[in-house]
């Protein structure tokens, strides 16, 4: 009797952790989506302990290295990740979050008089999540932003060609994009080239630029051959087509290749939770009778 309740308390403990975390999870990503308030208090914490990290970066190769991934997660994720925070402010997040996160559990565990064995299990659990949370969150953003600047690329080509066929130049179709076009990465990164070439960055340049942030195969080909056109004088409508015929093929191939992995992956639950469900169902009876005779 006293093992089924320590049984079913560890379960409930492991529920309801699970479950704060994920609302957890869910009130940094708010943040990370651009609102102000909570993730300006967050940054405001971090910004001295960044600080602190970005002055030994110089000495340090293997943290070195780490911020200058951290730094290419945060300008695939456009920035905008716990309220814009930098690398090093997300890198402190690491070390930050998991001694929040024991600060709070403990004295609640205190407060409600849960066995000292329990508490120190869900800060334990708690401080593993918080400390990967940073770095999973900070992909996860930079996974979103660059699926979504796929999905909308082929669009925004095609009106880019439409207004070059027209007559139009390159940066008067990328004006036509960022006007016609909802709030997304792809606009959020024609803007930043119609910035850049107002400051006197050639529109080449700018491209490449795209091309180096987004850090995709399909945007280093569409980009990186508008520049070229750009530069050899070719014909930008037909490229722009090309691009986006690409991109189109390039979306296909992968999902037929998810279509197959998925027939893989549904293979396990099949296997592990399906099956023998229908076995019990159907040799039980058998088997009870078996053992009644």
Do not use: W
């Amino acid at each position: 009797m006293k093992t089924d309740i320590i049984i079913a308390f560890a379960c409930a403990a492991v529920s309801a952790a699970a479950l704060a975390y994920l609302l957890v999870r869910g009130l940094l990503g708010s943040a990370a989506a651009g609102q102000r308030g909570a993730g300006s208090s967050i940054r405001t914490v971090l910004a001295p302990i960044a600080l602190f990290f970005e002055a030994r970066r110089g000495r340090d190769i293997e943290l070195n290295r780490t911020l200058d991934r951290f730094e290419k997660l945060v300008v695939q994720s456009g920035g905008k990740f716990l309220d814009g925070a930098t690398a090093g402010e997300v890198f402190a997040a690491r070390f930050v979050f998991p001694v929040a996160a024991v600060a709070v559990i403990a004295p609640l565990g205190a407060l409600l008089r849960i066995p000292g064995f329990f508490v120190m299990c869900a800060s334990l659990f708690f401080a593993v999540l918080m400390y990967s949370y940073p770095e999973s969150g900070l992909k996860a953003a930079a996974e979103e932003r660059t699926r979504r600047f796929t999905r909308d690329l082929p669009g925004s080509l095609d009106v880019m060609r439409l207004v070059a066929q027209s007559g139009g130049d390159l940066l008067s179709a990328i004006r036509a994009v960022i006007d016609v076009m909802d709030p997304g990465p792809v606009r959020d990164e024609l803007s930043r080239v119609v910035a850049e070439v107002t400051i006197g960055t050639s529109l080449a340049a700018a491209l490449n630029n795209v091309a180096a942030r987004v850090g995709t195969n399909e945007a280093n080909a569409v980009f990186s051959t508008l520049a070229q056109s750009l530069e050899m004088g070719t014909s930008v409508a037909e490229n722009l087509q090309s691009a986006a015929q690409l991109i189109r093929h390039s979306a296909r191939v992968r999902a037929q290749a998810q279509a197959q992995k998925a027939v893989v992956n549904m293979s396990f639950p099949l296997l592990l939770l399906i099956l023998p469900g229908v076995f019990i169902v159907l040799f039980a009876p058998l088997v009870i009778q078996y053992i009644n005779r």
